[in-house]
């Protein structure tokens, strides 16, 4: 800056007063950076190649609830929930091998911890710098993705929830088709659609406890048959291994296993006793088969009934289609066997 008279006034041309020193380009830089670093919008750390925070904005103490003082010189692992503390120590120390830059949002699921213990969802940015040292250091920028996971969420299931009411819908409307088929009275075809639509309704207590995801097999079983039996079922025997089952797959399985229990405790094993049921349940990898059966024994002596019930649909076709599978039902001298073999394609993943 020049007087009138050409005389250079020394100034930074950043508001410093006339008479002060002016800054360097490489300090003028430095100013600005730390300002920008400072006052972002999104949280940022600078960690050294040990994992240690040398900086932090105001942002980053406002996520996490950490003062500068708390944070400086802590290692970054502060940051992370402690079940996953070592796995991250060891991807940190492979970044640092190899450092390159990442951008936020790469299909990673990731998950901070904050000041009071709880758990955030967050994206993170990487960007390695070289620093005065020659040593690498690491700036962290990270966003805060909880409104959106919950937004995710609620829109996941609204989908889901009206996924699984069309096909509720859709459910119903074939049962009671096919009952309609085999009642012989109006009273007779509401018993029995009152009686599956509680079996539908019990299968869907379980995916409720499940947040409306995949059902464990065995939880599901275990719903059908206590709700018919209406006691502990010391009779019983469960066993395989521990899998889920896809929504529309375990609705039609659990109106199976209600069929095969409400026999069972009318007419079958349960009825007296003496009488057991094994359930199992297995995977055949190899076939890329899913098994169940179901086998009574102890049970009264049972003969072939001549009128086939919705039951024997249900058990016969119902669900071994709905399953893309193949069933067989047999009457045994002492019980009923029901044995149903369906592609892996109905577990969860």
């Known amino acids: 800056m020049m007087k009138p008279d050409g005389e250079v006034l020394s100034g930074s041309g950043f508001g410093d007063d ?73 991807l940190r120390h492979r970044y640092i091998a190899h450092p390159i830059p990442r951008s936020m949002a790469e299909g990673r699921r990731l998950t901070a911890l904050t000041k009071d213990g709880k758990e955030v969802a967050v994206d993170i940015a990487m960007n390695p710098v070289v620093l005065d040292s020659s040593e690498v250091a690491v700036i962290l920028s990270v966003i805060d993705t909880s409104d959106r996971e919950r937004a995710d969420r609620a829109e996941f299931f609204v989908k889901e929830l009206t996924h699984r009411a069309r096909n509720m819908f859709a459910i119903i409307s074939a049962i009671s088709r096919q009952i309609a088929k085999y009642s012989t009275s109006v009273a007779e075809f509401q018993v029995a659609l009152d009686s599956r639509l509680n079996a539908l309704l019990t299968s869907y207590q379980v995916f409720e406890k499940e947040n409306w995801q995949a059902a464990p097999i065995h939880d599901l ?9 209406k006691q502990g079922t010391p009779q019983v025997d469960l066993s395989g291994p521990d899998i889920r089952l896809q929504p529309t797959p375990a609705e039609y399985l659990g109106l199976a296993v209600h069929e095969l229990a409400t026999n069972a405790i009318k007419h079958g094993a349960l009825s007296v006793p003496t009488g057991a049921v094994d359930v ?16 009574e024994h102890n049970g009264p002596p049972l003969t072939p009934s001549e009128r086939q019930g919705f039951g024997s649909a249900i058990l016969k076709s119902i669900v071994p289609a709905a399953c893309g599978g193949k069933a067989s039902l047999a009457v045994t001298p002492t019980g009923m066997s029901w044995k149903l073999n369906a592609p892996l394609a109905l577990l969860a993943q």
């Not at 240690?52 to 400086?72: C, P, W, Y």
């Not at 079983?221 to 039996?229: E, G, L």
């Open 18 to 90: 006339v008479g002060e020193p002016l800054l360097s380009d490489l300090e003028q830089t430095k100013l600005v950076a730390r300002t920008l670093f400072e006052h972002a919008p999104v949280a940022m750390l600078v960690v050294d190649q040990a994992g240690k925070v040398q900086h932090i904005n105001s942002a980053t103490e406002k996520l996490f609830g950490f003062s500068r003082d708390e944070l400086m010189g802590q290692l970054v692992e502060t940051l992370v929930p402690p079940n996953a503390r070592l796995h991250h120590e060891q």
């Open 221 to 229: 079983v275990q719903s059908q048959i206590s709700f018919v039996v």
């Open 280 to 295: 199992r349940w297995a995977v055949d990898e190899k076939a890329k088969i899913f098994e169940f059966h179901w086998r």
